[in-house]
């Protein structure tokens, strides 16, 4: 009887150890894995920090350029319609007295276009990227505007 003791001992001994000898293996493995995947997903999210900022750069030098490219066309409406202005002023001084009336209206709207563009260009310079689009699709529009206008 105390050799079956013995044999039955022995081999849950062998058994256990073995069984162990297997789960730690087991667990250095998903410890590796665990640490890898945690690396990649730092890498990652290194990446994608790298990739939103150097996104966010080339949106701000977009929106500088063309805030360059806007005052540029902002500042030649203006100054075709400081030209157009100062040819009513000179008319209104030749003009009769019923053609004046017609030339001070006109004189007023010029100027109230080109405060209008002068004010799109003092919201341009506070306008934040978010509504940068849409606020230079409209700024543009009102150039356009003048531009036709102007050559009526």
Do not use: H, P, Y
């Not at 990649?40 to 939103?52: L, P, Q, S, T």
């Not at 919201?123 to 606020?135: G, H, M, P, S, V």
């Amino acid at each position: 009887m105390k050799k079956i003791t013995w044999i039955v001992a022995s081999l849950m001994l062998v058994g256990t150890l073995s069984l162990t000898s297997c789960s730690d293996k087991t667990k250095d493995s998903a410890k590796d894995t665990v640490e890898e995947a945690k690396n990649d997903m730092d890498e990652n999210v290194a990446d994608a920090k790298a990739d939103i900022k150097e996104a966010g750069d080339d949106f701000e030098a977009k929106v500088k350029e063309d805030k360059d490219e806007l005052k540029k066309d902002i500042d030649d409406a203006i100054s075709k319609l400081d030209r157009k202005i100062e040819e009513a002023d000179a008319k209104i001084d030749k003009a009769a007295d019923k053609e004046k009336a017609k030339w001070r209206e006109r004189k007023k709207e010029l100027n109230a276009e080109k405060e209008e563009l002068q004010d799109s260009w003092k919201r341009a310079q506070n306008e934040t990227a978010d509504k940068w689009d849409e606020f230079k699709a409209n700024t543009k529009e009102k150039i356009a505007k003048v531009k036709a206008d102007l050559n009526d």
